[in-house]
């Protein structure tokens, strides 16, 4: 799985960071969010899977409220419609720093 490529994003970490795990309930799909926050410097975030389109707005609203304007890396575990097709709504209101899709046959979804 991604699990250690995860931790390329996020630094060693200082005793005064911590990193947050946040599982968000999209329906049928799945969101996680990893949030590595440090003292006085901008928290790194990964996001994995962007659940389904119709529930792109709970995920968004989830955001905005956790104060979260970009997204580092976003990881997209296998193409499933309700692993990714969150992502475009995702994409129009945040900044996405980068976009891993797994290696397959399928066409990486459009931003």
């Given at each position: 799985m991604f699990l250690p490529v995860f931790f390329l994003?996020?630094?060693?970490?200082p005793l005064q960071a911590e990193l947050l795990v946040h599982a968000i309930d999209v329906g049928?799909?799945?969101?996680?969010v990893l949030q590595q926050r440090h003292v006085g410097e901008p928290d790194r975030?990964?996001?994995?899977?962007?659940?389904?389109?119709?529930?792109?707005?709970?995920?968004?609203?989830?955001l905005k409220e956790a104060d979260i304007g970009a997204i580092d890396a976003v990881f997209i575990t296998h193409p499933h419609?309700?692993?990714?097709?969150?992502?475009?709504?995702?994409?129009?209101?945040?900044?996405?720093?980068k976009?891993?899709?797994?290696?397959?046959?399928?066409?990486?979804p459009e931003l």
């Amino acid at each position: 799985m991604f699990l250690p490529v995860f931790f390329l994003f996020l630094r060693p970490s200082p005793l005064q960071a911590e990193l947050l795990v946040h599982a968000i309930d999209v329906g049928y799909g799945e969101a996680t969010v990893l949030q590595q926050r440090h003292v006085g410097e901008p928290d790194r975030v990964v996001l994995v899977d962007a659940g389904p389109l119709e529930s792109s707005g709970t995920l968004r609203f989830w955001l905005k409220e956790a104060d979260i304007g970009a997204i580092d890396a976003v990881f997209i575990t296998h193409p499933h419609p309700n692993h990714y097709e969150g992502l475009r709504v995702l994409s129009e209101s945040l900044r996405i720093r980068k976009v891993y899709w797994p290696g397959s046959t399928a066409p990486e979804p459009e931003l």
